[in-house]
């Protein structure tokens, strides 16, 4: 079976039984009768297999199948196939981005009275075909009618395709909304040519399921009385630039009548259409929804040329006034927003994540926010907190010792200056900042004591020797993989285990591209997010997406306003709040469960604070905050930023230049930047009274 699509949607699979040629007589009790000889087939997701399911246009399709319209083709008001081939096997071919349910398929053979009940599937996924064996050629089988009579389907291995006909009942309202179509059109897929170079990228298996999206959309909304309604409604269309005004109930006969649409895939130009010609170019077969850009123009210009308009007037450019490609977006975005349309959300198809085509920008707000719960079960809902906080490693014994350069086997105070710190269990990670020795410091805290394990410096990335591309400035532990920023705009992910080298967030390059930060300061992990404060914004980043390549940006905050200086971050696990540092004197709140795909998160407050924060952390409950001023380490109220106890002498040590620090297994282990030595202390928590 061929994966569907590397994104959300799903792939399920199944078994068969079946049917067939009809005769009613008597036949012997239900209960003498074998499971395999009755009908319906009854089937349910999980009956679905490789060897009945196979889903249509997948990603590893062959461009020669789904370019080849007798295997990949249907008319819009039967986006439901069902035949029986010349080997007696029952098929169904679903085009359609989602799944419906509860349908029953009755039967009928030539020159018998009653329909029998065929077929009941729990559910017919998206882009399914399913194939059944029929076994009417060699055993009898027992039906029940529409009118509940039983009756005995007699062995008959003559019955043909042309003797057998289906009937299908559902009451999902999605397939009402189908059978709505009025639309007869004919959609296939075409390579076009291979020396024009307008038609010289050929369509990918991404595309083509996204022309059954806009298919079914585009004939539902043309055929619905909104649309009417809205055509009677609007301004004048003109075929010309005289203003010669076009008779609506005959435009739009001509849409409902109109053959049908060949789709394809266009470059150097938006689109090409005309006839059956149908050509846009990959962002047009994106941004169509109304959670996503919700841009129609080129898919309604290039279909006002399929139905015989020109450039003049107001049906493809608008020459003359607000006209057709108007009107089309404003009910098509209606109609997607009361999630009337047949495939109303993105997040149906979600082809933004798949790989499987020409350009990757993958992140793209949305225009319009669109919640559902058929769509939450498929990808999991907006919010992108998905998966499991790493809380694990935060167990262990209160600890209390400090560490310099003495520490680390042939350091100086010169070559070994600490910046951040994070323990993980009994693994303590200390981040170097020393000039031209940046490094991450690896030591082990087992059995209560401190010992050296390991740096990291540099590492392979393929055949490529790497380092750090600038100072580094922060580090924390995940699920497995240790991430450690830098001011050379990377934050390098490796391997807890071994050490070695995952892939990077950033390319290295100073910018706000899906694949830069600016600089890179701070890293906290969440719920399957990777929050990375850089020098102008909160870079959030999917775990998920954390392969071999560089991962994109989900999503980036307001500015946040540039400047010099020591950035920390740390989450409020129980409210759901990021807290950031700023130079600025203040701290920024942000609420993580308004953070949304491509969209900006907007601060949801602001703390004033006296000094310069540099980094903060929460411990039950409580928030601690390092700065600069008289007050170096300090509790301070979440709510206001106020300080309510200054903790910069904990019993015999005095801070004097703390920075970044961490509380985990009870302990606070803080970056004291004194000028006379950098060092990182270890000090239980119960001794801040």
Not at 281 to 294: I, N, P, Q, T
Request: one cysteine or more; aromatic letters at 12%.
């Amino acid at each position: 079976m061929k994966n569907f699509f590397s994104t959300s949607l799903f792939i399920l699979t199944g078994t068969l039984l079946l049917l067939t040629g009809c005769k009613e007589d008597e036949i012997k009790p239900a209960e003498e009768e074998g499971t395999e000889n009755r009908l319906p087939v009854c089937m349910t997701e999980t009956d679905y297999n490789s060897g009945n399911t196979y889903y249509m246009l997948n990603d590893e399709e062959s461009p020669d199948t789904y370019f080849d319209a007798s295997q990949r083709s249907f008319y819009v008001n039967q986006p439901l196939q069902l035949e029986m081939d010349d080997n007696h096997d029952f098929r169904l071919r679903f085009y359609s981005p989602r799944a419906l349910k509860n349908v029953t398929i009755w039967a009928q053979i030539d020159g018998y009275e009653e329909e029998f009940k065929f077929m009941t599937l729990e559910k017919v996924m998206p882009f399914q075909q399913l194939t059944v064996h029929i076994p009417f050629a060699t055993r009898d089988l027992t039906a029940y009618t529409r009118s509940g009579k039983k009756i005995q389907i007699m062995a008959n291995p003559y019955l043909t395709k042309e003797n057998l006909t289906f009937n299908i009942e559902c009451d999902d309202p999605y397939w009402e909304r189908l059978q709505s179509i009025r639309c007869k059109w004919y959609i296939a897929f075409g390579r076009y040519s291979d020396t024009h170079p307008n038609w010289k990228y050929k369509m990918k298996a991404s595309h083509t399921r996204e022309a059954v999206a806009i298919a079914l959309n585009m004939s539902y909304m043309f055929s619905s009385e909104r649309f009417k309604d809205a055509l009677h409604e609007f301004g004048p269309l003109h075929s010309d630039n005289n203003k010669t005004v076009i008779d609506k109930d005959a435009l739009l006969n001509k849409v409902i009548n109109h053959r049908g649409l060949l789709f394809g895939y266009t470059t150097g130009v938006m689109g090409l259409g005309g006839g059956t010609t149908f050509g846009v170019h990959e962002v047009c077969y994106l941004e169509h929804y109304a959670d996503d850009k919700s841009i129609t123009e080129t898919l309604f210009h290039e279909f006002a040329h399929c139905v015989g308009y020109g450039h003049a007037g107001n049906m493809t450019y608008e020459q003359t006034g607000p006209g057709w490609i108007t009107l089309c977006n404003n009910v098509y975005v209606a109609l997607s927003l009361d999630k009337e349309l047949p495939v109303y959300s993105r997040r149906f198809l979600h082809t933004r994540r798949c790989k499987n085509r020409y350009f990757d920008d993958i992140y793209v707000a949305s225009r319009y926010i669109i919640d559902d719960p058929e769509l939450d079960a498929l990808d999991g809902g907006l919010s992108p907190m998905r998966g499991e906080n790493d809380n694990g490693g935060n167990d262990g014994e209160t600890m209390s010792f400090k560490l310099d350069y003495t520490d680390v086997p042939g350091a100086t105070s010169d070559t070994f200056r600490p910046k951040d710190v994070y323990v993980y269990g009994d693994t303590l990670y200390v981040v170097n900042d020393a000039d031209y020795h940046y490094s991450l410091e690896v030591f082990s805290l087992a059995e209560g004591k401190k010992k050296y394990l390991e740096s990291i410096s540099e590492w392979n990335r393929g055949e490529t020797t790497e380092a750090f591309g600038g100072r580094p400035n922060g580090v924390t532990r995940a699920n497995g993989k240790i991430y450690v920023t830098h001011e050379g705009s990377r934050t390098e992910v490796f391997n807890a285990e071994n050490h070695q080298f995952i892939t990077c967030i950033g390319n290295g390059q100073w910018g706000t591209g899906p694949s830069q930060t600016v600089h890179a300061f701070d890293v906290v992990y969440y719920k399957g997010i990777i929050f990375i404060h850089d020098k102008r914004y909160v870079d959030i980043v999917e775990e998920q997406q954390i392969q071999s390549a560089p991962p994109r940006i989900y999503a980036r905050s307001e500015h946040l306003g540039e400047t010099n200086g020591t950035y920390g971050m740390a989450v409020d696990e129980k409210a759901e709040v990021l807290y950031t540092t700023h130079p600025a004197k203040r701290i920024d709140l942000f609420t993580l469960g308004d953070m949304r795909e491509g969209v900006s998160p907007k601060r949801s407050g602001q703390l004033a604070y006296k000094n310069t924060p540099y980094a903060l952390d929460l411990y039950e409950g409580k928030l601690f905050v390092s700065s600069n001023g008289n007050e170096k380490f300090c509790e301070v109220d979440p709510t206001t930023g106020t300080i309510i106890k200054d903790h910069s002498n904990i019993s015999n040590i005095a801070l004097q230049a703390p920075e970044k620090f961490c509380i985990r297994r009870n302990t606070l282990f803080i970056i004291d930047r004194a000028k006379d030595g950098a060092c990182m202390y270890a000090i239980p928590m119960s001794e801040l009274n």
